[in-house]
């Protein structure tokens, strides 16, 4: 009976080792994931902050298909220091696009690299302008006329 329960911690404990692994690799495939880990590899000013030959780490946190929002981190270190880099994005038209990636060298400043990424692959994600004119036509068609709305007599909710 022992050496059973024994065998079912091990399973359980491996099974776990398993899945543990497939999801950190899976998250390493994220579309977020690759391009930040190119952009860190050949930015001259990541070289500049840790060095050359960047080696990236485990990619770790969320990334939402259905919300379409991503958050995505890991550790880079290269042949003078490390850093965390940091990388977030949204999912548009079936497309992950770079809202914000960033290296934070370890003691020092915090470097955007977003700017860099979007000037050698252009921009995915569409920025929001408040000053922009609005892209709704300006005379709206009128309803059908075969359309009755027939409320309840009252308040709303009674």
Known sequence: MEERSMQRRVFVGFGLVVSLAAGC?????????????????????????????VQCGTVRG???ETDGIAHL??????????????VEGKKTLNQWGVTMLELRPA???RISLTADLEE???????????GAASSTPASHAAPPADVEIALPPGPPGQ
Do not use: C, M, W, Y
């Open 107 to 109: 003691g020092a400043e």
């Open 73 to 86: 981190e890991f550790d880079a270190s290269g042949s003078r220091g490390r850093g965390l880099v940091v």
């Open 25 to 53: 690799g899976r998250l390493s495939q994220h579309p977020l994931a690759l391009q930040a880990v190119e952009e860190v590899r050949t930015n001259a000013r990541v070289a500049a902050a840790i060095g050359d030959t």
């Open 62 to 64: 969320t990334a939402n």
């Open 120 to 130: 050698h692959t252009g921009v995915d994600t569409p920025k929001f302008d408040p």
